[in-house]
């Protein structure tokens, strides 16, 4: 089993900056993949980013050259620095984990923490 609890969501005016946390407990070392999804009112559940052991990235189109992944191993963190953030930016961001065992991989999510961007 994997927790994962997100942090660092707020309210922010259109052009600002937010930095999100997402600590993770548990059986750490069946994870390699940790990312971001969000999920804006009225809307399904989406990808933002997501980051490997390995340090590979990917980042949905929408974010690109505007949020930036991180991961710190040591810590069995992630986060998600975000710029220039726009009205459409406004969701509940949730923390995503991929445990890999040997009957297969589980999918593991935070409760997400809420990023507001309005003037």
């Known amino acids: 089993q994997v927790q994962l609890v997100e942090s660092g969501g707020g309210m922010v005016e259109p052009g600002g900056s937010l930095r999100l946390s997402c600590a993770a407990s548990g059986s750490i070392s069946s994870i390699n993949t940790m990312g971001w999804y969000r999920q804006a009112p009225g809307s399904q559940r989406e990808f933002v980013a997501t980051?490997?052991?390995?340090?590979?990235?990917d980042y949905a189109d929408s974010v690109k050259g505007r949020f930036t992944i991180a991961r710190d191993n040591a810590k069995n963190g992630v986060y998600l620095e975000m710029n220039s953030l726009k009205p459409e930016d406004t969701a509940v961001y949730y923390c995503y984990a991929m445990g890999t065992y040997v009957l297969g991989v589980r999918d593991y999510w935070g409760k997400g923490t809420l990023v507001t961007v309005s003037s």
């Open positions: 980051t490997t052991t390995g340090g590979s990235t």
